[in-house]
């Protein structure tokens, strides 16, 4: 069974923490283009209510000007080189120039919030497969080609109806708005776009809320892993020096945090009584002889030693005993029965001190 599914190369499991992070120095992330284009419909609706409030009377100026005196700007590029011309359409960029910058700072943003901004060379390397027809029919016949199909289908059919609308609708009331005079026809067609961006930004904001999180989806699903795929990626990390020694660390540092946290319940701590100390722990209904929960030298023995202190657990000196267990005996094992005498004469001598210390209380 397990061979056939080696076989088969089902992608059984979740894409691994190294996977997704080779994907990402790929440039392979997760990205809504629905998502962006709603970034950019949310900077031109920002531009509109904060830069058209400051700039309102001056555009509207500008664009009337274009509309209403359009005879007198033909005549201006055909007689005078389009000097006024020039300097209108000027003040209308200029206008304009913080509106370009807020879109391009809301998409920004966007991919931003998207994690989708990865710097890789991958992308714009050649690519045999980039010219492979069969790949190319792949991409557009396959489950993202359909779903690409389907998106810019619904975007076509909407915006043919609001286009279909708004040319009987704005037709008819256009003409009736040029009795208002120039600065009544510049309101009426700044409103008129305003409204046709809010109806687009409506269906955005829907085509955004049910792509980003496909498209999370369909990138977990196209980076899942074969069984073959996590044994060649074990098989690579170990032969990996870099991890190998990470890993080194990691489990040196776990076992130093336990050997530390042992020490807080030991009943004695042996010392050379600089260089070694071995943490010993002995239940005299439960335990045949004494047990090695911590043992360390030189800096590792201090911190035994410190950790003791802190913790009032009795410190025991006996170099030639405390080396030989250093040597002979491992962590959560029992003591070797030439040690028994020796630490015997430690564990007495504590119970002593507890007496006493007890007597000194009472």
Same mark, same amino acid.
């Given at each position: 069974m397990a061979e056939q599914e080696e076989q088969s190369g089902e992608k059984e499991f979740e894409a691994s923490e190294e996977r997704l992070r080779q994907a990402r120095e790929d440039g392979d992330v997760p990205m809504s283009k629905e998502a962006n284009t709603l970034g950019l419909l949310i900077g031109i609706g920002i531009s509109a209510i904060v830069f058209v409030s400051f700039t309102s009377g001056k555009l509207t100026s500008d664009f009337s000007s274009l509309f209403y005196y359009a005879e007198e700007y033909a005549?201006?590029?055909?007689?005078?080189?389009?000097?006024?011309?020039?300097? @209108? *359409?000027?003040?209308?960029?200029?206008?304009?120039?913080p509106m370009f910058l807020v879109l391009a700072s809301c998409v920004i943003l966007v991919l931003i919030l998207q994690r989708g901004i990865a710097f890789s060379t991958k992308k714009i390397q050649p690519d045999v497969k980039k010219l492979s027809p069969i790949e190319n029919i792949k991409k557009k016949y396959g489950a993202k080609g359909?779903?690409?199909? $389907?998106?810019?289908?619904? &975007?076509? =059919?909407? !915006?043919?109806?609001?286009?279909?609308?708004?040319?009987?609708?704005?037709?008819?009331?256009?003409?009736? !708005?040029? !009795?208002?005079?120039?600065?009544?026809?510049?309101?009426?067609?700044?409103?008129?776009? $305003?409204?046709?961006?809010?109806?687009?930004?409506?269906?955005?904001?829907? *085509?955004?809320?049910?792509?980003?999180?496909?498209q999370h989806y369909l990138h977990g699903q196209r980076l899942?892993?074969?069984?073959?795929?996590? &044994?060649?990626?074990?098989?690579?990390?170990?032969?990996?020096?870099?991890?190998?020694?990470?890993?080194?660390?990691?489990? @040196?540092? =776990?076992?130093?945090?336990d050997m530390l946290k042992n020490v807080e319940s030991a009943t004695v701590v042996m010392v050379n009584p600089e260089h070694y100390a071995v943490a010993l722990k002995w239940d005299p209904e439960s335990d045949d002889a004494p047990i090695c929960v911590a043992k360390g030298v030189d800096h590792l023995a201090a911190k035994i030693r410190e950790v003791a202190q802190a913790n009032g657990v009795p410190i025991y000196r006996d170099p030639p005993t405390t080396r030989s267990m250093y040597r002979v005996v491992e962590i959560d094992e029992e003591i070797k029965r030439e040690h028994f005498a020796a630490v015997a004469a430690a564990i007495q001598y504590v119970e002593r001190v507890r007496q006493h210390l007890g007597a000194r209380n009472d």
């Open positions: 005549t201006d590029i055909f007689t005078d080189h389009g000097v006024q011309t020039r300097r @209108t *359409l000027a003040d209308i960029m200029f206008s304009l120039l359909l779903l690409d199909f $389907l998106k810019d289908a619904a &975007k076509m =059919i909407f !915006a043919g109806l609001i286009a279909a609308y708004f040319l009987l609708y704005f037709a008819t009331e256009y003409y009736g !708005a040029s !009795a208002l005079g120039r600065e009544g026809l510049g309101e009426f067609t700044l409103n008129q776009i $305003l409204k046709l961006i809010f109806y687009f930004f409506v269906f955005q904001v829907v *085509l955004a809320l049910l792509d980003l999180p496909l899942r892993m074969t069984r073959e795929d996590l &044994k060649k990626e074990m098989k690579q990390n170990e032969g990996d020096p870099q991890l190998k020694q990470q890993r080194r660390e990691r489990g @040196t540092q =776990i076992t130093r945090s």
